[in-house]
């Protein structure tokens, strides 16, 4: 073929230097799935002989770090589980949590470290004067939208329960899972955590 030849299809030309130095979002993204489908195949061959604690393998996928190891984020002194299913330590303590006698329904007791966890649209709690709540069912139908409730998933909303009517706080009354206290860590005891 002759190199002068204007037919000819021209040479791909190269990435502006600007393209290389900062990855454009698409480019971000395409390479965090690649990590997060690494990091989701490595927790299924690791896992497959374990119980899977609470959470997904996608939600796991993560936490994996730059290297694609995985860490444990859980808090060491409560309740708190990481979502990594492979997680050894969190395995043996959701064994000693099961152990114990099941709180009766509505009477749960859980730190803060436990309440951030649930801040998904298939898993919703929320905190407001002390006590918890999972709005994972009514998510869809509260008449304040879906996004009202997901900006404070996982949180305390005090100020936004004392918003609402008294009917509107029965519906919220249905939802009560148990009480916030406070993490070992930030001083123990049984007291709330917000009172
Ligand atoms: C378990 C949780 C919740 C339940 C059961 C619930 C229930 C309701 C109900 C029944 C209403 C109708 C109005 C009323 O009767 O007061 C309402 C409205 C509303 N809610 Fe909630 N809610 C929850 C959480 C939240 C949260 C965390 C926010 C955060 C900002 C929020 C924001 C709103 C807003 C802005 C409206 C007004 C909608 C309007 O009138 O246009 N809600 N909610
Ligand atoms: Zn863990
Ligand atoms: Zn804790």
Redesign the pocket.
Known sequence: MNPQDPDAAAPVPPLPAAAVASPSVEQKRAVEAVVVKAAIAAAKADTAALPQPSGTLEAKADMADADGAMVCDACEYCDDLCRWAACKACNEKEERIKARPAPRPGCGRFTTCQLRRHCTKSDVW?AAHGVV?D?TE?LEE????VR??L??AGQD?TE??D???K??RG??KD?KIGTLVHCPKDGGDSRCAIM
């Open positions: 929320l709540y709005a009514i509260h008449p304040g939208g009202s409730i900006r404070h909303c936004d329960f918003f609402h009517s009917a509107a519906l919220w939802l």
